[in-house]
């Protein structure tokens, strides 16, 4: 049965894109999130969005999270550390603008940006809440740090964890006044990168091949991913994912026009998307996206780790299967108008260069 109440809600809702919120942050840098009260598609689709900005010198202090995530890396280069769950010896991995990484539940991270940094490392993460406490958004759980897990427990039970005095144990749990990030201390040494940690953790998008699927290395997270560049003026296929997904898109750089259409052919928002910004389509509506002249480039999640898109333009496209006969009575039209429609885009499959000038 068609639920109708939850479509006539999805077919309401403002769909339009944000940017976050800052939720926290200081001298080492801010982590921002984009709540399902701004946003209210993140609830629907249980996804949730952030984004890290660290300075140079600045420590995000280890955590874990609620959610299976992909995290993105925006711009800059720094580290990540990462303790998977029952492993003995941290990954320290040397990260770089482009690479995407699978954070699975149970996984403690920390992430840093050196003090010699001549920009931010500015990080995204995208990822499923429907484990998670808060559908919609992210609830990460702080090791250490004046929101640290364990200025809740009493010093008896950290000394007797820890193997520590009482009076230890309240001085190691209440010295670092910072809470989330923190700046490292001028000359202090942070661990080396390891570049054979990247092994098996990261693809970078921006140095794969065109066409390399990226969906392998994320989905074990439950989640497909890609990233888009179209040039200026180009336009973006009218498609839809056809298993059921929900697409989550995150506009990194350059701006352009997308159009979303739902029920009953009703365009449900036509926006100007810029840089920073967010939206995501619900299940099965169509979505088309036209670059400004500054073209446009986007980093995309699909809530399915095998996604599946059904495009309506192009060679590739559902007109090309369907028989002619079929075309001229669902259009209405003559079979003169039917060839001239099946005889274009035969060489473009889902990115259109702009038309040519008169």
Same mark, same amino acid.
């Given at each position: 049965?068609?639920?109708?109440?939850?479509?006539?809600?999805?077919?309401?809702?403002?769909?339009?894109?944000?940017?976050?919120? @800052?939720?926290?942050?200081?001298?080492?840098?801010?982590?921002?999130?984009?709540?399902?009260?701004?946003?209210?598609?993140?609830?629907?689709?249980?996804?949730?969005?952030?984004?890290?900005?660290?300075?140079?010198?600045?420590?995000?202090?280890?955590?874990?999270?609620?959610?299976? @995530?992909?995290?993105?890396?925006?711009?800059?280069?720094?580290?990540?550390?990462? !303790?998977?769950?029952?492993?003995?010896?941290?990954?320290?991995?040397?990260?770089?603008?482009?690479?995407?990484?699978?954070?699975?539940?149970?996984?403690?991270?920390?992430?840093?940006?050196?003090?010699?940094?001549?920009?931010?490392? !500015?990080?995204?993460?995208?990822?499923?809440?429907?484990?998670?406490?808060?559908?919609?958004?992210?609830?990460?759980?702080?090791?250490?740090?004046?929101?640290?897990?364990?200025?809740?427990?009493?010093?008896?039970?950290?000394?007797?964890?820890?193997?520590?005095?009482?009076?230890?144990?309240?001085?190691?749990?209440?010295?670092?006044?910072?809470?989330?990030?923190?700046?490292?201390?001028?000359?202090?040494?942070?661990?080396?990168?390891?570049?054979?940690?990247?092994?098996?953790?990261?693809?970078?998008?921006?140095?794969?091949?065109?066409?390399?699927?990226?969906?392998?290395?994320?989905?074990?997270?439950?989640?497909?991913?890609?990233?888009?560049?179209?040039?200026?003026?180009?336009?973006?296929?009218?498609?839809?994912?056809?298993?059921?997904?929900?697409?989550?898109?995150?506009?990194?750089?350059?701006?352009?026009?997308?159009?979303?259409?739902?029920?009953?052919?009703?365009?449900?928002?036509?926006?100007?998307?810029?840089?920073?910004?967010?939206?995501?389509?619900?299940?099965?509506?169509?979505?088309?996206?036209?670059?400004?002249?500054?073209?446009?480039?986007?980093?995309?999640?699909?809530?399915?780790?095998?996604?599946?898109?059904?495009?309506?333009?192009? @060679?590739?496209?559902?007109?090309?299967?369907?028989?002619?006969?079929?075309?001229?009575?669902?259009?209405?039209?003559?079979?003169?108008?039917?060839?001239?429609?099946?005889?274009?885009?035969?060489?473009?499959?889902?990115?259109?260069?702009?038309?040519?000038?008169?």
């Amino acid at each position: 049965m068609v639920n109708r109440t939850a479509t006539a809600e999805v077919m309401s809702m403002d769909l339009s894109p944000k940017l976050p919120a @800052k939720a926290y942050g200081g001298d080492g840098g801010s982590y921002y999130d984009w709540s399902p009260a701004d946003l209210p598609m993140l609830g629907v689709a249980s996804i949730g969005a952030a984004k890290l900005h660290l300075a140079a010198g600045g420590l995000a202090l280890p955590s874990y999270s609620d959610s299976a @995530k992909v995290a993105y890396v925006l711009q800059g280069t720094g580290s990540c550390g990462v !303790v998977l769950p029952e492993a003995t010896k941290e990954k320290v991995i040397p990260v770089k603008e482009g690479d995407a990484l699978a954070l699975p539940f149970g996984v403690v991270t920390w992430w840093h940006n050196a003090h010699a940094a001549s920009t931010d490392l !500015v990080v995204l993460f995208l990822g499923d809440t429907a484990k998670g406490h808060k559908a919609g958004q992210f609830t990460n759980f702080q090791l250490t740090g004046s929101s640290g897990i364990f200025t809740g427990f009493s010093t008896e039970f950290v000394g007797r964890a820890w193997d520590l005095t009482q009076e230890d144990a309240a001085k190691l749990v209440s010295t670092q006044p910072g809470s989330g990030i923190v700046k490292v201390k001028d000359g202090h040494k942070m661990p080396e990168p390891v570049e054979a940690d990247r092994a098996g953790m990261v693809l970078n998008c921006l140095e794969a091949p065109l066409d390399v699927d990226i969906k392998g290395r994320v989905k074990e997270v439950g989640l497909g991913a890609d990233l888009v560049r179209i040039d200026a003026r180009s336009m973006c296929s009218p498609g839809f994912s056809c298993d059921s997904a929900y697409q989550v898109t995150y506009i990194v750089r350059g701006s352009g026009r997308v159009q979303v259409v739902g029920i009953d052919g009703k365009r449900v928002f036509e926006t100007r998307a810029e840089g920073g910004c967010l939206f995501i389509v619900p299940r099965f509506f169509v979505v088309s996206k036209i670059a400004d002249d500054t073209g446009m480039e986007w980093f995309s999640i699909i809530t399915t780790p095998n996604p599946i898109f059904s495009h309506l333009a192009g @060679k590739t496209s559902v007109w090309k299967a369907i028989s002619p006969e079929v075309l001229e009575t669902s259009f209405n039209t003559t079979p003169v108008m039917e060839k001239l429609f099946r005889s274009k885009r035969l060489d473009s499959e889902i990115f259109f260069a702009p038309p040519a000038a008169n």
